[in-house]
């Protein structure tokens, strides 16, 4: 995987500033995971560092079992050979599986791991990248749904119904790797920990007594445009298409697929963050939302009181649920609406 630094969160700053008031020992140790940057910071005040080990390392495992390139993996298992056979998948996996098909559902398919099945298509690594043709992307559309992906709990198999369909966990795994980091920092006793994968984070505790103070940076700019309170057991997530994006012909072609069109969602939508106590729930409906557009995430938005968000349109408009009033604060010159 390539690694990569995502900004979308301005969490960096503010742990510095803590790591500073602590001599002892960092408190903050970030590692290049999960092809992104993945930071830990510890606020109680013991030995960190065999904490930190444990909980990399539980994050370096859940790579293990999502990552593409590793030919072990049940994600590599899965695409290989679950269109000829059921393979058999860890528990986890299951389990991973069964909330994204929960999501997809509730989305009317906006969530969808067959999304997978284009990715060689839009390389966006790629220095050279050029869109593909309309033919190849109509080609592989075919392949796109997540009514593809049958799987089995009893048997703990899934299996692929369309020989071409792959799945991929980008829009799921960081949150629930970030979970799990937290998980096992408690189970360790610590109370007061910040796990960010990339744009995905999940807190315990506090911050040395206070919330934790997380800033939302600018789609289009440097800056920070809200800064927001996250309490014991909140999750934040945030889909955009600036930080993963190439610019071709003067078109911005970014990462999250349209499972429709097969082509990056035009939602009307820059950004969008997901406010929940689950980061796995967080990560997939940002994903899902940016994919939405504003009126569709409204919609299931107002059924769900367990999720909150912030919508950000292409015109700088932002679009903020009425349970986030007290805990965000926006730059003085954002249009906000509440909802
Ligand atoms: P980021 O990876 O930048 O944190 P997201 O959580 O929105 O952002 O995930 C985007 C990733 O999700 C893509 O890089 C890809 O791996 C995957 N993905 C793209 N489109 C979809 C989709 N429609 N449904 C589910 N996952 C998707
Ligand atoms: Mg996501």
Known sequence: MNMRFYNKFLIIAIVALMAFSCKKEESTISRP??????????ADDIDRAPLFELAFKEIERIQSIFNPSDADSDITKINSYAFKRPVIVSDECIDILLIARDVSEKTDGAFDMTFASMAGLWNLSRDDFIPPSKEKVAEILQFLSYKNVFVDKQSKSVRLLKEGTKIGFGGIVKGYASKKAVE?????GVKNCLVACAGDIHVAGTNNGKPWLVGLKDPRGDSVIATFYMEDGDSVSTSGDYERYKIYN???????????????AESGLVSVTVFSKDPILTDAYSTAFFVMGRERALTILKRAPEIAAVLITSDMKVYVSGSLRDRIHFREDLKIEYF
């Open 250 to 264: 003067g078109k911005r072609y970014h990462h999250i697929i349209d499972p429709r069109t097969g082509y990056p």
């Open 184 to 188: 096992v920092l408690k189970s360790k």
């Open 33 to 42: 995971l999960l092809g992104t940057a993945v930071s830990i910071t510890i």
